[in-house]
């Protein structure tokens, strides 16, 4: 191990439930003291404004906001997200704030024996090794895609974080850019997530949440999507698509965006949009197939919702 890697190994980080944490200090991977986080009342629940807003705390369950009936009326894509993640077992256990600023799934990463760019290394080993589950979006210097379901899912939503330090940040000032080569998120090292804001659906709005997975369940997705529309008049008034799994964050698909926006909701409109979902894109050698999946999956579910429009 390097020095780079002790260094950034020991630093304090916070434990929620423990569900991803635990495992990277099983390895050895993460080898800093731990600060635990208890629930306060502003940090675990739901609480609603009267404009029909929800600000939801980082400690609350996954399972939770899955479940929660007015959390999937108002935000299905959010509920569908937390409801189609891990296992129910993660689910029960596992915190909004700690699914956001969970680590990187890369084996590399979590191998306690190989150097890589998020552990201080030099380079990133999976870009001539084995990345296969790697991004297709090749943003920045490591390759993993970024982790987290909510952090998608919330991006469709223009979520606001709000921080120990700050009192709200976009879901996209948390994510940066893809080009931080040693974390996952922005947040400062004694800054704690402690609830998400959401602004009142729009009139109208349906959204859907799908993804593609190598296995029926406990995996995380190849590709994901999260779609909003708001249909009227057989025209698209309000369209957003984000997708994860395949770039180092969350991505806004801004060229389907485009392609719909304001246009005629039917069938073709969705096949042509669905194409543009690969722009921009620029796979590594073996990630290609994940282009071809995040068009199917983009189709998908821009079908599914018009249907549900109807
Ligand atoms: C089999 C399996 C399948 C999975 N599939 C998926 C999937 O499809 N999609 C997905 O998104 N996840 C998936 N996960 C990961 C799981 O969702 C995360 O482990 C979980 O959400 C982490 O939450 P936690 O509360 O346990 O966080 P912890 O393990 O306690 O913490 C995770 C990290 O977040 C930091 N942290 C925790 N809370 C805060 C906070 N409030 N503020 C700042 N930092 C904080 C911690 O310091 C730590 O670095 C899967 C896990 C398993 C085991």
């Known amino acids: 191990m390097t020095a780079a890697m002790t260094a950034t190994a020991q630093r304090a980080e916070f434990r929620a439930a423990g569900t991803d944490l635990s495992e990277r200090r099983r390895s050895g991977v993460s080898r800093g003291p731990l600060i635990d986080l208890s629930a306060t009342p502003d940090t675990i629940g739901v609480t609603w404004a009267a404009d029909g807003a929800a600000t939801i705390g980082a400690l609350t369950s996954i399972a939770a906001i ?57 380079d990133c080993p999976a870009r001539t090794g084995n990345h296969l589950y790697s991004v297709a979006f090749d943003l920045g210097p490591c390759v993993a895609p970024h982790p987290s379901t909510m952090a998608a899912a919330l991006l469709a939503y223009d979520a606001r974080i709000i921080t120990s330090q700050r009192p709200g940040i976009s879901i996209g000032e948390l994510l940066g850019d893809g ?79 485009t392609a719909l926006q304001g246009k005629a909701a039917n069938a073709t409109a969705i096949a042509e949009a669905a194409r543009l979902a690969r722009s921009g894109a620029n796979p590594l050698p073996m990630t290609g197939y994940k282009l071809d999946l995040l068009e199917g999956v983009v189709r998908d579910v821009l079908e599914r919702l018009l249907e549900k429009v109807g």
């Not at 859907?208 to 009227?232: D, G, N």
């Open 66 to 122: 899955g479940a929660d009936p007015r959390i999937a009326a108002a935000y299905p894509g959010i509920a569908a997200a937390a409801s189609g993640l891990a296992t129910p077992q993660v689910r029960h256990l596992a915190t909004l704030g700690g699914n956001l600023a969970q680590r990187s799934r890369c084996w590399y990463f979590r191998d306690p024996h190989i150097a890589c760019l998020r552990k201080g290394g030099s």
């Open 179 to 257: 080009s931080n080569a040693t974390s996952d998120h922005a947040l400062a090292p004694d800054e704690m997530i402690r609830g998400v804001e959401l602004s009142a659906p729009l009139p109208g709005e349906r959204a859907l949440y799908k993804r593609a997975i190598s296995r029926s369940h406990a995996e995380w997705p190849l590709v994901e999507v999260c779609a909003r529309a708001v249909v009227t008049s057989d025209t698209f008034q309000f369209i957003r698509l984000t997708a994860g799994g395949v770039a180092p964050v969350p991505l806004r698909l801004a060229a389907c965006e």
